[in-house]
């Protein structure tokens, strides 16, 4: 039997306080995070991103709650309270306190109008004496609407589309490309016109044409990350199991694609809303008497010259919601991607 091995005494001592901590320091401390809760703590890093998500929210809160209470009938005419300027009770600002410039002169434009005391519009009103503030809020909810419906369109379609021609390629998706490129040589303005020729000018027909070309972008976005997953590991062990491509679809490929297909979203809204606004601007959009951003544009202008608040409200409105969608789509887009830098 070997001898029994004792070590002296002063083998061993106590670590100092100092020690200890550069031992600390090496532990990792940070949580587990998965794969979304770790976007998320990214996209709320993003100061820029955050703004952007809340003001979106406030913005979809006013013009969908205007349904339940909105300050003024949108369409309701008061020719005597005609272009009356901007008012806010309590603010003495020039531009905000119902007075304008006449013959030289700042004068009390709701006095003139003979409105009582408590009488005030927060835009002001349009040469109808409509309130400008309902309009915005009704036209705001017409534009999103359009663009949420159209949207709705681009993901089912779009990403239906792009996962069956990058899972079964071959001559599958040879031809299904092609489709892809004849619909894109066609411009969305021939296909609005064509659809106006059949409908009525409106949602319907707006509707229809951002939902018959918008989707191509996104299936072939999805194509091409379906193409890259389905060479990886998880994939062939799925289809070695014997798993069906229809739950390996759900299963594996859909929450792999979330991230291309929330991105590609944050920026289809704000086309789509451009678009409408666009079309209505020209007349073949929305039509009178009903609102959009389009139309209010167009009725500002009329008007620029000498009351120009009346195009600069819904031309603000709209540059805030492009200016937050797309800040809103960049966040998203490096919060998803696990390479970018913090």
């Known amino acids: ?27 990792i401390a940070a949580p587990s995070l998965t794969f979304r809760q770790d976007a998320w703590r990214r996209l709320k890093k993003n100061k820029g991103a955050w703004v952007s998500l809340i003001v979106l929210g406030i913005i979809f809160i006013m013009a969908f709650g205007s349904l339940v209470v909105s300050p003024h009938n949108p369409n309701a005419v008061n020719p005597s309270y005609a272009n009356l300027p901007s008012k806010i009770p309590g603010v003495g600002i020039n531009g905000f306190n119902g007075t304008l410039v006449q013959a030289g002169q700042r004068v009390d434009a709701y006095k ?34 359009i663009a949420l419906v159209a949207t709705l369109f681009d993901l089912t379609i779009g990403v239906t589309y792009g996962m069956i021609s990058g899972w079964k390629g071959g001559r599958v998706d040879t031809i299904m490309q092609r489709i892809i490129e004849i619909i894109l040589s066609i411009p969305n303005l021939v296909v609005i016109v064509l659809l106006i020729l059949i409908l009525k000018p409106g949602m319907t027909s707006i509707i229809i044409a951002i939902a018959l ?33 229809m739950k390996i679809s759900f299963k594996h490929l859909l929450p792999n694609l979330s991230s291309v297909i929330i991105i590609n979203t944050m920026f289809t809204i704000p086309n789509a809303i451009f678009f409408e606004a666009t079309l209505s601007y ?49 966040g998203l887009r490096d919060a998803f991607d696990p390479r970018t830098k913090e």
Do not use: C, H
Not at 8 to 16: L, R, Y
Not at 213 to 235: C, D, G, H, P, Y
Not at 301 to 306: E, G, H
């Open 282 to 330: 020209i007349g073949i959009g929305i039509s009178s008497p009903q609102a959009s951003l389009g139309t209010l544009l167009n009725d500002g202008q009329k008007n620029f010259q000498f009351l120009p608040y009346q195009m600069w409200w819904p031309a603000l409105i709209l540059s805030i919601i492009m200016l937050a969608f797309n800040l809103l789509g960049d």
């Open 112 to 145: 003139q109008a003979g409105a009582s005391a408590g009488t005030y519009y927060i835009m002001g009103t349009d040469y109808l004496g409509r309130d400008l503030f309902s309009r915005v809020l009704y036209g705001t909810r017409i534009s999103l609407i």
């Open 1 to 27: 039997m070997a001898d029994t091995v004792k070590l002296p005494e002063d083998s061993f001592k106590p670590m100092t306080p100092a020690e200890r901590q550069a031992l600390d320091s090496e532990k």
């Open 213 to 245: 070309t918008s989707w191509v972008n996104m299936a072939r976005l999805v194509r091409a990350q379906t193409l890259e997953l389905k060479e990886q590991e998880f994939i062939l062990a799925a289809r070695t199991l014997g798993e069906s491509s």
